[in-house]
């Protein structure tokens, strides 16, 4: 987790990372989750890094793959995650700060290709269903990601 000033979290944030309620929460995970392939994209992490969490499960492992793609040379692309079925609904709990919220979805993680220095793309992973889970936890005030994953179905 990196700490930003408040108006350049407000930069790269979501407003919802923000919303103490189960709507902040849910769209803090789906922002999160498509953030995915654009850190690979771009090798640009900030927002993964602000919204993990220190001891975040599956956080590190994305961002320092994307550091050591971009390190080589190399570049991606595709690879989004893109949701499919969300257990979302009408919600109205507020939550305390210290308070975790679990969001789970089902999505479609499309093909994913590597760019060599040559521009030679080879794909590196082909599109499949996924199950996507993220817990998240309120820290200062804002929503910080504490556990991320994704599944084959």
């Known amino acids: 987790m990196i700490d930003l000033p408040e108006g350049e979290m407000r930069d790269v944030l979501p407003d919802a990372a ?32 602000v919204l993990s969490a220190s001891m975040c499960e599956g956080c590190a492992g994305p961002i320092e793959g994307a550091a050591e793609l971009h390190a080589r040379g190399w570049g991606a692309r595709g690879g989004d995650i893109v949701p499919r079925e969300t257990r979302f609904g009408p919600h109205s709990q507020v939550f ?41 936890l309120q820290i200062d005030e804002v929503w910080r990601v504490t556990s991320f994953s994704v599944t084959a179905l």
């Open 18 to 49: 923000w919303d103490n309620t189960v709507e902040g929460a849910e769209a803090t995970a789906l922002f999160f989750a498509a953030e995915y392939a654009r850190m690979y994209h771009t090798g640009d992490s900030t927002r993964w890094r």
């Open 96 to 136: 305390e700060p210290g308070d975790r919220a679990y969001v789970s979805y089902a999505a479609t993680a499309e093909d994913a290709y590597t760019i060599d220095e040559d521009g030679v793309e080879e794909l590196t992973g082909p599109s499949r269903e996924v199950q996507v889970n993220v817990e998240l």
